[in-house]
Nanobody
Framework: QVQLVESGGGPVQPGGSLRLSCAAS????????MGWFRQPPGKEREGVAA???????IYADSVKGRFTISRDNVQNTLYLQMNILKPEDTAMYYC??????????????????WGQGTQVTVSS
């Protein structure tokens, strides 16, 4: 099993930045595929960004050019740098992981392990 704990969320003004972190523990492996998802109020959970074991990164169109996913395999930590935040980025953000690769990196069904989420609220 893998345990994931997100942190770094909070309130921010439009145009601001936040960096989310996801600390992984348990049976972590450097071959994990990892991703960030978000769930806006009253909506379905959607994929935001994913990173493959060899470092390839995938982004949802809505965040390209604004968000950056990265990972530190030594610290077993996943990050999401979010810049130029918009009110529509308001959501609960979740970290997800899977041993090995995923066929559909922005689909929640492809991931095995999930964190509890951290809330991001973008408002003036």
């Amino acid at each position: 099993q893998v345990q994931l704990v997100e942190s770094g969320g909070g309130p921010v003004q439009p145009g601001g930045s936040l960096r989310l972190s996801c600390a992984a523990s348990g049976d972590t492996r450097s071959t994990d595929s990892m991703g960030w998802f978000r769930q806006p109020p009253g909506k379905e959970r959607e994929g935001v960004a994913a990173i493959f074991p060899r470092g390839t990164k995938i982004y949802a169109d809505s965040v390209k050019g604004r968000f950056t996913i990265s990972r530190d395999n030594v610290q077993n930590t996943l990050y999401l740098q979010m810049n130029i935040l918009k009110p529509e980025d308001t959501a609960m953000y979740y970290c997800a992981a899977k041993w090995g690769t995923v066929a559909n990196p922005l689909k929640r069904e492809d991931y095995q392990f999930w964190g509890q989420g951290t809330q991001v609220t973008v408002s003036s």
